[in-house]
């Protein structure tokens, strides 16, 4: 532990703004990653705990498109993309056959595909650590920002996964389809009474949080090294953010993420050895006080 | 009995009764002669990977089973139970290491220690909804990994505990000894098994089924659904911790991958493919896990691949365990025989 | 001797249960009418403990029972049946029943000795008898007809030997033969345990054929309570709740 660390960051100007950009930049990947986790969770009542693998997944895609190319935009435009397809496939082809099961199936399922993804990852890019390095683009000398240092690909991430977030609330809010995605969380049923396709809806949300969790670990492959496995843990902290936020609430999930981004920023400073269980931690907390999250619904 | 010799038509003139004592005795004498059988086991097959395959089975086994518990007992899908198999493991090799107090000391003060821990744990997790339970445990079960991970003066941190465990024999028991292991991994199964066993067939194992069945009901019939599920979490917990005690005996170790998800993610894996509506479903799937990762790993370094494929046939294919399968089989059969 | 005091209840603005005040005496049989929406199922849930009333007393032979939970108030003695079957799918009607006494006997966590303990059957024999189940015993609940499993739901209720008994729509979902068999069944088991019952029932013929006394909710409040003479001749009830269409039948 290392109090005297925290007090002093707060004192200092400089180390606020730093801490605080590292935790935005955090918090605005989980977010992402969460997002679809609880769209789906929303729509579709099912826990996609392969969500990981798509993050995983976009990293690469847009790792080996930078590779390829040079363009940094058709990387971001590949991990999103790619993604997308990937979770339209695994949706219409494996989870739309388990959900009349019951949670342990579709759990299983997803613990299936954790495996074989992270072997699939393993055999196409290799076990090692890889990088996809700074695109040359942003290999400038980093703005100071009251003292404190930002490198400007931080402020490009933040910008465009809180583009995202606007994007994708007032899609949900405004257009058709996203009303009707609403209205098949609020009632499967009823949808599927009103003519609409729900195996159209649900391979659509699939892919929806594919896009985003693809986009965050397309984002993050410049800052980042690619592993397999490296979406389990983003994985396990987007659960923790939709859990704290609320199941099912977009903007549970923005809220969450933002507050464990600024958590293991600043945690990092005070409990550099436990930083991840502060998070456990503040779940916890959460749950007892809230058992459906800050702004989740009260379940009946 | 069938279905049909009590059917409809039948008349109530003579009720056939579930014997409950005459049960009792009919278990604890299959576990006898499945102990002896394993204690003789040796001098049949002298093989050592024979031994070490039955010793992972206890080890293993054991955390399955209890893992049955919770979920095909209770219905409450617990994502993070192989914390406690770590926790075994890590407490009890910690104890031996670090205090020198004989065998059965560190046993029951490891116990004693993962009581406490799922009770606290178990206060928070049973109160969730299924879906929030199974997440929650799973995150406290990283905790638990990650905690052992960052207390490197403790735990040793990603190289795990080294050094070996020490064993001094206790009660003319002398548990560096193979063959000393391998009968008191059999006897702890054997035992652990019908204590379990006991409790599934107890009328606390039926208040855990109609919680299983339908909680809101158990709770207007005067059940506490509540303190019934934490009991069961901390016995379960219980019975975990053993198969990691057993394990860290075994290897003479510990290691962060006791703690890790994928022990949590394996036991589920394993109560699938044996299946849970069969008290031994779990052991036949320890086994088949266990010989399956083997041969596996024999074969190729993507065992994930291999593994997961496996899962998906049952999930997707079969829906449903091996025994769960083989029971209805024979039901089937049966009925098709009388009917 | 169940006594509603005040009882009230209110979700997001809405009343659905307003300042309820009702006796019900040892050994009475009452129907509770009214139409959908009425607030039936919500006063049931509030003396059940599955709601937790925002104001008022539920008192069980002068014990408050406000505030308890469900475990609590069924081992107090009140018992309860829903509108929808409410059963353990995978258990036997018997280990259903024998399971259930067991609870009662304060011996659900009992773990030393194996299901089922010598000391539950006669009750759960009782019980099965009662509800005409005994020869459907070794049935699992799930494989049971509607109606099977409507008196399974009941002997559940039953089988705690509770002081008052609480049926939600014990004929839900029923033909009009079979609603008749149920509700002759119910009467049966009012006179045969000498106990307190309070049903919901829909079927106005019904409800006017057998219950001594009814209780008319309406938004949540008390519309009228009396004997079906009174209620049929009651022009509030008539008004507000019988309407035009179903006067003719009901009143004739």
Known sequence: ?300 | MTELQAGEGAQVLKVPRIDARAQRYRDVLIALVAFIVLALLPMVFGSKQLLDFVVRCAAYGLFATSLNLLVGYTGMISFGHGMFFGLGAYGFGLMMQKTGVPIPVAFAATLAITFLVAAVIGAICVRLKEIYFAFVTLAFQMLIHSTILSWQSLTGGDQGLRGGIPRPPFLGIDLSRPMHLYIASCALLVIGLLLMRQIAQSPFGYTLRMIRDNPTRASFIGIDVWRAKLVIFVLAALFASTGGMIMALFVSGAYPEFAYWTISGEGIFINMLGGVTTFLGPMVGTALLLLLNDTVTRLTEYHGIVLGIVILFFAIGLRKGLMDFIVEWFVQRREGANG | MLEIRSLSKSFGGVKATDNVSLDFADGSLTAVIGPNGAGKSTFFNLITGALRPDAGQILLNGVDMAGKTPPEIVRHGIGRAFQVASIFPSLTVEETMLAAVCADQRRAGVMHRRFPLAETRDRAEHAMELLGLANKRNRTAATLSHGDQKLLDIALALVLEPEVLLLDEPTAGMGTEERWRMIDKVRELWEKQKITVVFIEHDMDIVFKIAPKIVVLCYGRILATGTPDAIRSNDAVIEAYLGSEDRAGAVA
């Open chain 1, 1 to 300: 532990m290392d109090l005297d660390a925290l007090a002093s960051c707060f004192a200092s100007p400089a180390c606020l703004v730093t801490q605080t950009t590292s935790g935005l930049i955090i918090g605005m990947l989980l977010f992402l990653v969460a997002v679809g986790l609880t769209l789906i969770f929303g729509v579709l009542k099912v826990v996609n705990f392969s969500h990981g693998a798509f993050y995983m997944f976009g990293a690469y895609f847009a790792m080996t498109a930078y590779q390829l190319t040079g363009s940094f935009a058709l990387a971001m435009l590949c991990g999103a993309v790619g993604t997308a397809i990937l979770g339209l496939i695994f949706e219409r082809a494996f989870m739309s056959r388990v959900y009349g099961a019951d949670v342990l199936m579709q759990l299983l399922v997803c613990y299936a595909f954790v495996l074989i993804f992270d072997d699939v990852v393993r055999m196409i890019w290799g076990p090692e650590f890889k990088s996809m390095g700074m695109p040359a683009a942003f290999q400038v000398p980093p703005l100071f920002i009251a003292g404190g240092v930002v490198p400007p690909y931080y402020l490009l991430l933040i910008g465009v996964a809180l583009a995202a977030a606007v994007v994708l609330g007032l899609g949900l809010a405004r257009t058709k389809i996203g009303k009707v995605i609403r209205a098949a969380a609020h009632n499967p049923g009823m949808v599927s009474a009103l003519g609409i396709n729900t195996g159209l809806i649900y391979g659509g949300v699939f892919a929806l949080g594919g896009l985003l969790a693809g986009l965050a670990g397309a984002l993050a492959a410049p800052v980042r090294s690619l592993t397999p496995g490296m979406g389990f843990s983003v994985l396990i902290e987007s659960f923790i953010v939709t859990v704290i936020g609320g199941m099912g609430s977009i903007l549970g999930a923005l809220i969450g993420a933002l507050l464990i981004g600024l958590i293991r920023s600043f945690g990092s400073l005070g409990f550099p050895l436990y930083t991840e269980g502060l998070m456990y931690l503040f779940m916890v907390i959460v749950l007892v006080a809230r058992p459906t999250g800050l702004f989740g619904k009260e379940a009946a």
